[in-house]
C-alpha cells in the first residue's frame, strides 16, 4: 500500500524556471493538500482540492498553480521560479471528516 | 498570533521518562485535534486523532484535548530513542487544519 507518494524526491532549479511537482495517492481519497515547509514556520497550506476538477488557495498562493484532473492525482506548478519558493514541500490527502495522510516530501532548492 | 502555537524546544529527556508536549489554539471552531510525528526527511505521520475535548489513549500515548482551555496536550510514556522526532500538533474544521511548528524531541539512551 503506497498510501501518498511524491515525484520527485529533490530538484534543483535556476531562477526563472518552471517545474511540476506530483502527488499521487491510492486511498481513493476525496480530499488532497499542498504544503510548504520551512525552519520557525511550520506546515503552511498553499492550495487545496476538496474533489476532482476542484481547487482552492491556502494560506500561501502566490506564485504557484495547482490542477486536479483525476480523482488520485494533484499536481503543484511553479510558473516561474523564485528563490523563496526553496522548500519542502508536502502533499497529503484525506477522506472526508478524517485526518490528513502525508508523503515524504520533495525538497526544492531555487538557485 | 498564530492559530495554533508550540514550543519548538528542543526537549531532551533520558530514555523511560515521561513526555508532555503542549499546544495552545485560538480558534474556538476548531473541532479536530491531532498529534503527527516527523522523522528527519520525512513526512509527518498521524500518531493520534481526537474530535471534541476528552482523552485518547494508543499504547505509550495519550492526546488530551482540554477545548475551555483550548489546550492540547500529547504524553509518552515510557519514552524511547525510538520516539525522538518532531512532535507536529494540529487542529482545525473538517477541510482544512492549522499544524504548530513542531517540538523537537531526543530521546537519550
Known amino acids: 500500500n503506497a498510501g501518498v507518494t511524491q515525484t520527485p524526491k529533490f530538484r534543483v532549479l535556476k531562477t526563472g524556471q518552471s517545474m511540476t511537482l506530483l502527488c499521487a495517492q491510492d486511498?481513493?481519497?476525496?480530499?488532497m493538500y499542498w504544503y510548504r515547509q520551512d525552519p520557525g514556520m511550520g506546515l503552511r497550506l498553499i492550495h487545496y482540492s476538496v474533489g476532482e476538477g476542484t481547487t482552492a488557495k491556502g494560506e500561501v498562493p502566490d506564485g504557484y498553480n495547482v490542477s486536479r484532473l483525476k480523482k488520485q492525482n494533484f499536481l503543484l506548478g511553479l510558473e516561474s521560479a523564485a528563490p523563496s519558493q526553496t522548500s519542502v514541500y508536502f502533499c497529503a490527502s484525506s477522506a472526508e471528516h478524517q485526518p490528513q495522510h502525508f508523503g515524504d516530501g520533495t525538497r526544492l532548492s531555487i538557485l | 498570533q498564530k492559530e495554533v502555537e508550540q514550543d519548538p524546544g528542543p526537549l531532551s529527556v533520558p530514555e523511560g521518562a515521561i513526555v508532555s508536549l503542549n499546544c495552545t489554539y485560538s480558534n474556538s471552531a476548531f473541532q479536530y485535534f491531532m498529534w503527527y510525528r516527523q522523522y528527519s526527511r520525512k513526512g509527518p505521520e498521524l500518531l493520534m486523532y481526537?474530535?471534541?475535548?476528552g482523552n485518547k489513549e494508543d499504547g505509550r500515548f495519550t492526546a488530551q484535548v482540554d477545548k475551555s482551555s483550548k489546550y492540547i496536550s500529547l504524553f509518552i510514556r515510557d519514552s524511547q530513542p525510538s520516539d525522538s522526532a518532531t512532535y507536529l500538533c494540529?487542529?482545525?474544521?473538517?477541510?482544512?487544519?492549522?499544524f504548530g511548528t513542531g517540538t523537537k524531541l531526543q530521546v537519550i539512551p
Open positions: 486511498m481513493n481519497h476525496e480530499y
Open positions: 481526537t474530535y471534541s475535548s
Open positions: 494540529a487542529s482545525g474544521g473538517y477541510q482544512k487544519v492549522t
